[in-house]
């Protein structure tokens, strides 16, 4: 026990407030309760929280249902099984526990519940940075309970168990996953006999959801250096077990300004450059798979050394079965199949003799996701040579004034085909079929190459002059 640590005043008056008034409660109704968990590891890293965790030594149920209707709260969510229950009170979340003891079974992660003590609670969460519980009764407010030395650990910046890891992680394997998510997140070190345990028990992982996987992944991605995350996760071979597509980038390497580079590092640092640029997780993502072919389409060339001809045709095509296999949300495929597959175009567009054709064709293959596009391009450059960074963003910051000049002088920013698919149907005798496509195409093509510009008019008459050419092309097609 410790009593030096003062998590008051918070910063935010609404949450003490708050928490005084549950003191309260417990008091007038005669509960022991305790703040515990993430809300005081993150008072005593001094960041901010709207999330508390209340642990009752009692009835966490009936404290629930009298606490809601104390605080006039709308949302109680009871997990009857589990002990537990959930309040939302406007912008904050109350998640309330009875004390409980757990034991587990070998085929799943779901514990067997029954009542506890204290400390049956405390020792059964996941690391000693979230052991630390709070009191909040008048008697003993503020008292700082530390069973498992957390406290040290936060100042350590270290992340272990309070138990045994091994049977920690043996028991609800998905702890491993939010060990390397709270390493990454807090910038933590993970103690070696906890990376031992993770390792040992990487197979376990298999009985865990992969929707529950992909949750704590995916918030590793969303940190602020989110190889941190991705380096654990290869030291100990979980992420062979998990994301075998990913693993298999390391020890591939690959030949680029007279050195040699392994792409799976490369691949970590264009993630954390994308981090610091974007928060957007799907950009994120691409820059992840960006080079995921690299390892099936690598070959040897005398002259230049490894070759990955095609890695990124290929490593689009590989995106919906990643996506599939991983169970990753499914509504982001295109976007990030679009970026992998396009990330090599850009800086091929640096010759000052290319085309204008060139430009519009990546222009209206990346449409919205352009600017996109050009960030994972720029975050796509490594190199321990300041020198060669800079004059690859030069040569992007190039492609790009090239890239807005033909924007603005051919308004490409909203490109179709500039005559509507009725109109074609009624000039041509057409049916709704491929064959409209067809003529969208060849109108599309034309503004593209630089035959026409982007008009109505120009299409129009386009169609009009090569009517006779066209209508043989689409003969099958007409109406009877």
């Not at 642990?55 to 109680?76: M, P, R, T, Y």
């Not at 309040?87 to 979340?93: A, D, M, P, Y």
């Not at 100990?236 to 030949?255: D, F, H, N, S």
Request: proline share 4%; hydrophobic share 40%.
């Amino acid at each position: 026990m410790i009593s030096n640590i003062n998590l008051f005043p918070e910063k935010d008056p609404t949450i003490t407030s708050l928490i005084e008034k549950i003191g309260q409660f417990s008091d007038l109704n005669n509960f022991e309760s305790y703040i515990v968990g993430g809300y005081v590891r993150d008072r005593i890293l001094g960041r901010s929280r709207n999330e508390l965790d209340i642990l009752v030594v009692g009835d966490g149920i009936k404290f629930s249902k009298l606490l809601s209707k104390e605080l006039g709260a709308k949302n109680l969510i009871i997990y009857k099984n589990f002990r537990t229950a959930l309040i939302e009170l406007n912008e904050v979340k109350i998640e309330i526990v009875g004390a409980r003891r757990e034991s587990y079974r070998p085929t799943t992660r779901k514990p067997l519940v029954e009542k506890g003590t204290f400390e049956d609670d405390i020792k059964r969460r996941d690391f000693t940075i979230n052991t630390i519980a709070f009191s909040i009764n008048k008697d003993r407010f503020g008292e700082i309970i530390d069973l498992f030395d957390g406290y040290s650990d936060i100042q350590r910046r270290l992340i272990r168990t309070p138990l045994d890891p091994f049977v920690t992680f043996n028991d609800d394997p998905l702890r491993i996953m939010r060990a390397f998510r709270f390493a990454t997140q807090l910038k933590f070190d993970v103690d070696e006999l906890t990376l031992d345990a993770a390792e040992e028990m990487r197979e376990r992982l298999k009985i865990v959801s992969k929707e529950r996987i992909v949750d704590e992944f995916f918030k590793i991605l969303s940190s602020e250096q989110p190889s941190i995350g991705l380096s654990l996760m290869f030291k100990t071979k979980v992420l062979e077990v998990l994301y075998p597509e990913v693993a298999a980038m390391a020890g591939v390497e690959q030949r680029k300004d007279n050195h040699h580079k392994d792409v799976f590092w490369h691949t970590l640092e264009v993630l954390d450059n994308v981090a610091k640029v974007s928060n957007n997780i799907w950009l994120r993502l691409a820059a992840l798979f960006h080079d995921i072919a690299k390892p099936i389409t690598k070959a040897y060339d005398e002259k230049v050394g490894w070759t990955f001809h095609g890695h990124e045709e290929m490593g689009a095509r590989m995106v919906k079965k990643l996506f599939q296999k991983y169970k990753f949300p499914i509504h982001k495929i295109d976007y990030v199949k679009k970026l992998i597959r396009l990330h090599l175009r850009p800086i091929a567009l640096v010759d000052e003799n290319v085309s204008d054709s060139a430009l519009r064709r990546l222009i209206v293959s990346a449409g919205d996701d352009l600017n996109d596009l050009i960030t994972l391009c720029r975050c796509d450059i490594t190199s321990k040579r300041p020198e060669k960074i800079q004059e690859y963003q030069r040569n992007y910051d190039l492609v790009v004034k090239k890239i807005h000049d033909v924007l603005e002088r051919d308004k490409l920013r909203a490109f179709k085909s500039p005559v509507r698919g009725e109109e074609i149907m009624e000039m041509f005798n057409l049916t709704p079929s491929k064959a409209v496509g067809m003529i969208k195409k060849k109108i599309e093509n034309a503004i593209l190459d630089g035959t026409i510009p982007n008009t109505y008019e120009a299409a129009k008459e386009f169609l009009q002059q090569h009517y006779d050419e066209i209508s043989k092309e689409i003969e099958p097609y007409r109406r009877n």
